[in-house]
């Protein structure tokens, strides 16, 4: 438990392994192709041809510098848990490679943890749908639909279900291919008719995309289309109302400040 580095790799993948363990010396001396910085960070690197996607979870403040490193397994190791989860009930995501944790003061604190999967070949991001003209369009909604139905039936629940972290593709025959990302915040029991509908809440919709997602999600878990409707678009309302408030709040705050 002491040691400055865990980590796990998972079959077929074991010809990663070198690489996974120089993870923190190659972020330390910024390799890779860097596609997001913020909180975490996302670097792609190409390994024998393959192609890499690895995050890298920033530091924990010290408490759970102290969780991590006793009590709660890492968002890395977490991340490749809800994978195989997902993969179990037909749910697709970017096969995850492995991680690797990196602790400090002697392997008694944690410091931080890098997620590998492959990169996903899905070319639509869920926003995509908003800003660029899909002709299956409603078809990727439907399939959003009926895989949170999926998630929910089973009692999992996506914390950020939300436009980033849905990727989708339209295979030959016509049918949708989904994968979901950033799976380290997924909450376990049972998933009601509200708390569903709240979980969609945060995808961005047009008036016939709101109805499909709607008609499509209840008919997946046998409710009443037309509630499951009137509660989409109650949250919606909702976030609008809350987000506007935010904006009057920070314009007030602003003008305070001049």
């Known amino acids: 438990m002491l040691h400055p580095h865990t980590f796990e790799i998972y079959e077929p993948y074991d010809h990663f392994r070198e690489f996974l363990l120089s993870l923190p010396q190659r972020f330390s001396r910024g390799e890779g192709e860097c596609i997001y910085k913020g909180r975490n960070e996302l670097r792609v690197f190409t390994v024998n041809g393959t192609r890499l996607v690895v995050k890298s979870f920033g530091r924990p403040h010290f408490i759970n510098q ?20 997902l993969a ?16 400090t003061a002697g392997g008694l604190l944690f410091d931080r943890s890098f997620l590998v999967t492959l990169e996903s ?21 439907r399939e959003v639909a009926r895989t949170a139905a999926r998630l929910h039936d089973n009692g999992l629940l996506h914390k950020d279900f939300s436009r980033g972290n849905i990727l989708l593709d339209q295979r030959p025959d016509g049918t949708i291919r989904l994968e979901l990302i950033d799976l380290n915040r997924m909450r376990r029991g049972p998933v009601s008719l ?13 008036p016939e995309m709101q109805e499909v997602l709607a008609t499509t999600y209840a008919a997946a878990r046998h409710f009443e289309p037309q509630e499951c409707l009137r509660l989409l678009r109650s949250f919606r309302s909702q976030q609008h109302d809350h987000m506007a408030e935010e904006c009057a709040s920070a314009a007030c705050s602003r003008g305070g400040e001049a």
């Open 66 to 85: 102290l969780v991590y490193g006793f009590l709660r397994p890492s968002k890395a190791r977490r991340s490749c848990e809800h994978a195989h989860l």
């Open 88 to 103: 179990s009930l037909g749910i697709g995501s970017p096969a995850p490679v492995g991680y690797i944790n990196v602790r």
């Open 121 to 141: 070949t899905c070319p639509v991001v869920y926003r995509d749908l908003l800003t660029q003209h899909i002709p299956w369009c409603l078809d990727a909604v």
């Open 194 to 206: 509200q708390a569903g509908c709240h979980n969609l809440e945060r995808l961005p919709v047009t």
